[in-house]
């Protein structure tokens, strides 16, 4: 083979790495963090909020030091029955909004360790997944406050 054919081959490949290797890291932005505040006891609360993806990638979880564990949940209606259960991840289209509200796709968190005040900032940590199975995470402050207040 030709040093040039080598050389140019090269070139490609190492273009072609370092646009992969660029398409991978996928910018997240959250927008819009809300949680609902608990009454005294209350062990279970939901979050919402809107992610933005720059690349295709997966909601794959979520964790929260003020709770247990934290759920993706979905709402639906089934034979005029509203349900309400756990999903394993979302989807992150690229460039497009995923709205988590209430009535549709949300967060649960349970095990509250304490109260969930109107007022208070709760930190969640977003797992994101993109099509080479890298995780990365991404942390978000909730502002507490009821739906009606949003």
Not at 40 to 59: D, H, N, W, Y
Not at 78 to 86: C, F, G, S, V
Not at 101 to 119: S, T
């Amino acid at each position: 083979m030709s040093r040039l054919i080598q050389t140019s081959i090269l070139f490609v490949l190492l273009t072609f790495s370092a646009h992969a290797e660029y398409a991978e890291h996928a910018k997240i932005s959250v927008q819009n963090a809300w949680i609902r505040p608990t009454v005294p006891l209350q062990k279970v609360t939901g979050a919402f909020m809107t992610i933005t993806s720059t690349t295709a990638a997966r909601l794959v979880g979520m964790t929260s030091p003020v709770a247990d564990h934290v759920e993706i949940h979905e709402m639906l209606v089934e034979n005029d029955i509203m349900k309400m259960r756990a999903v394993p991840s979302l989807p992150l289209t690229a460039d497009k909004s995923l709205e988590l509200k209430p009535g549709g796709y949300h967060v649960m968190l349970f095990g509250l360790h304490q109260q969930v005040k109107a007022g208070d900032s709760v930190p969640l940590t977003l797992i994101i997944e993109d099509s080479n199975k890298k995780r990365t995470s991404v942390t978000v402050k909730a502002a507490a406050k009821s739906a009606t207040a949003y």
